[in-house]
């Protein structure tokens, strides 16, 4: 599905379609959480508890960064 970035007051945003929506079950007022993933962006409804361990997940990654990319390896 191709959107537009379109000027929403001094910011950017993005007008995502009712039938998008829809899928989503999601409504104005909805909020959502983006996921940077290896080849894009994912959007999913914002889950108060998914969120509390992604920046759990963030914080071990900043702390362990060398020992995470020694594993890596």
Known sequence: MKLKITTIGNSA?????KEL????RL???DELFAL????GIRL?????EL???MEVAE???????TLLH???Q
């Open 13 to 17: 945003g993005v007008i995502l379609p």
């Open 21 to 24: 929506l829809a899928r989503l």
């Open 27 to 29: 409504e104005k007022g």
């Open 36 to 39: 940077e993933i290896p080849d």
């Open 44 to 48: 999913t409804a914002f889950d108060p």
């Open 51 to 53: 969120a509390a361990q």
């Open 59 to 65: 914080g071990v990654m900043r702390k362990r960064r």
């Open 70 to 72: 020694k594993l890596a």
